[in-house]
């Protein structure tokens, strides 16, 4: 790259961000009508632009296929008819649910006659950076619009001429409905736009990183910007002594095989010892004919046939497919101080029929849901009822779980009086 | 130093920080009871060993009086029985405010038979970078155990003596009080340490510095781990051509003379040209006789007297002291232009008497605290209700304004069911 090349494309993302500065503050302004007149309006562009978003998505299609991309990969990447409308349905969903922008959280009158009100407010810039699949661009722009933020949004290079025009439309829409265009901006895919949004202090209030391990530890590093960490999802399910074992298998079976690609699938299963005989001989054979490739410790191994042996990567690895770590641990503290070494506080379940148990294990693990009797894939935005969830925070900051439309949001505090003075 | 003593160092805050990171699974345990006894246990060690306070602190003292300190500056570092009694006092203060731990936030029954219950659950481990006054040592102890919290505190290298000798005794009354006495510590006032806090990801949960500018900057550009960002406080008193000019003098003196050095006091007042006339003499002449030294726009000079010329640097500064910059706005529009380029995002203050004024202030400005009518002051835990703060936060996640006990905690999803799976 020349010098003016990329001194020209620094130069754009500080533009396009103080652009999005100037249009948070009148979305920040604009009425929930308002909002919701342009999230019909973005659903129905592109409702109404299928071949254009279609052919934009061939030629990332084409430029992938010429690289090292997997078909998962390339699945993801890959728009349809069906693909686009539901986009377009998810904008729809969320004008029914509740604008959080000038919600009252909490409020009070102090002695001294000064009255404490604390409002909900939209973050602002926010600027989410994300990988892969093209619908997160329509899911970030709705949630931001709704929310009353801008959007900042940076896709990965390979999903560049679908989000490209994807955002054309989306800004159109919203500048049909008399709202600043400006509100929701692509930033280009190369390298060092990540870098600029990262550090765009007094710009960018917030980033949202969605994607791999890889790209939030590169995002939390190197940010000075507040950051969001979503997604990294090390999920155990313990199975206690006092567990109904059919409950168990079913839940077991679920957690890791129902959609092994997502952040709150299981990956490692501890079984207490004193019903690991019974329990996982069956619960071994359901995996294994479900596809699993099983991970465990040579006590596992002598209850199972076709187990691999699992070192402390297996215990640390977020499989993200048909791989399951299993352990038996000598009590409930082991399992609890397993999680607590390995976890990575996004959800862990214990199933159990003890309620002395099922308080040691809510009690004892740190983590951003804990499932009892039920399995770790209800870690979900829409599952908790929120609608649609722009990531799931394992951070204990701001907001830990299923980030919904309030997590998008700060509060003022504004206090009136009568000329109190102290 | 030896390469030896600098690794011992640095092996020492990791150290610290895993033991802070066992005894803040004791404190999450341990009841209100518990914790209510121990501040009581710190707040009666306190008072009974102010000697040995004043001792360390004597030293402290002597070692400064060699430096460069200022006067203000070594007041702040000086200790008196009455103000070790303050501190006690304040501690006491804590065990009458709800604990939030276990506090329910929300919670709601979903249509599969889930229960989800959304708790508080404390932080972790909290590190507190500050300077100055060794006051904040007994208040940030006391906050942190209320909530829950092991806390990793950095003082000065200036107030070591009396931190250290502070730290032990509040440590050992935690110990006495049943509760693991490594829940409070002090780390090393090396240059090092603080780095090392501030990249202690997986051990240290959140970073909140207490400090000036300079301090705030470095911890945010230097941090890994999460950082809660307080008390730069660049407020504007905004008087508007609507306002009571007798309440609006009141609240601008009171704003800017109470208590110049902290951060809830006015740096800026802007004046509505349509009033300016009327009340800018009045104004400047009582701001001149309290002791205040104004920077002024040429609009500003014309109407009073000894107004040195404003520049750039003047909107932008927190003064601290007793100076005030001083503009005329030609509208409300242009004071919320004004604060929107040079505020902080702590407190915003605006006089007037038009509820149409005060609507697009309050909707215009971005900041933790928007004041109407009321003296830019009152943004104080204290004043606010909650009891102790532990600071102001001017950042948006998370928290903003001040930050009380619910502040340093987190949530944690509980879901309970019978066996669900999706």
Partial sequence: MTQGARAEQQDSVGTQALAARTAARALAAASSAKKNAALT????????QLPEILEANAADLVNAEGGDMSTAMLDRLRLTEQRILDMAEALRKLIALPDPVGQVVRGSALSNGLQVTQVRVPLGVVAIVYEGRPNVTADAAGLCIKSGNAALLRGSASAYQTNRVLVAILSNALACAGLPGQG????GAHRSTVGELLTARGLVDVVIPRGGAGLIEHVVSHATVPVIETGIGNCHVYVDAAADLAMAEAIVLNAKTSR???CNSAETLLVHRDIAERF?????AALQDAGVTLHGDPAVARLASH???????????????????VRIV?????AVEHIARWGTGHTEAIVSDSASAIAAFVAGVDAAAVMVNASTRFTDGSEFGFGAEIGISTQKLHARGPLGLPELTTTTYVVTGTGQIR
């Fill in 307 to 325: 187990v691999l042996p699992a070192t402390e990567k297996d215990w640390a690895t977020e499989y993200l497919s048909l791989d399951m770590a």
């Fill in 330 to 334: 000598d009590s409930l503290p082991g």
């Fill in 280 to 284: 996982l001989p069956p619960m071994a």
């Fill in 260 to 262: 092994p690609s997502v």
């Fill in 184 to 187: 929701i901006q692509l930033v």
């Fill in 41 to 48: 309006g973005m659903a129905d562009a592109l409702g109404g």
